[in-house]
């Protein structure tokens, strides 16, 4: 079992920067594949990013690559997500996820943080 909570969000103007961030407890963070969702309002939850056990990243959702930015600090139990040049496009409410295989669904979801893109 681990739990998730996620902060950072917050609203910016386009073109600003925000950072978020992953907090896990529970089982050995290391132990986890760690993944960035998105939620935009009225649409469904869409894949951002991923970061496998070994620190190896998976792939970025297109519309968010040379933008965000995926790390993980094993040793603090953290991830973030740096975003930068941000669009209006990208208001939604993030999820962070974890997942006891580097491949397959997801098993564990923080309760997400909402970010706010204004133009």
């Known amino acids: 079992q681990v739990q998730l909570v996620e902060s950072g969000g917050g609203s910016v103007q386009a073109g600003g920067s925000l950072r978020l961030s992953c907090a896990a407890s529970?089982?050995?963070?290391?132990?986890?594949?760690m993944g960035w969702y998105r939620q935009a309002p009225g649409k469904g939850r869409e894949f951002v990013v991923d970061?496998?056990?070994?620190?190896?990243?998976?792939y970025y959702l297109d519309s968010v690559k040379g933008r965000f930015t995926i790390s993980r600090d094993n040793a603090k139990n953290t991830m973030s997500l740096q975003m930068n040049s941000l669009k209006p496009e990208d208001t939604a409410v993030y999820y962070c996820?974890?997942?006891?295989?580097?491949?397959?669904?997801?098993?564990?979801w923080g309760q997400g943080t909402q970010v706010t893109v204004s133009s």
């Open positions: 996820a974890a997942a006891a295989s580097d491949y397959g669904p997801y098993d564990y």
């Open positions: 529970g089982r050995p963070f290391s132990t986890y594949r």
């Open positions: 970061i496998r056990r070994s620190g190896d990243i998976t």
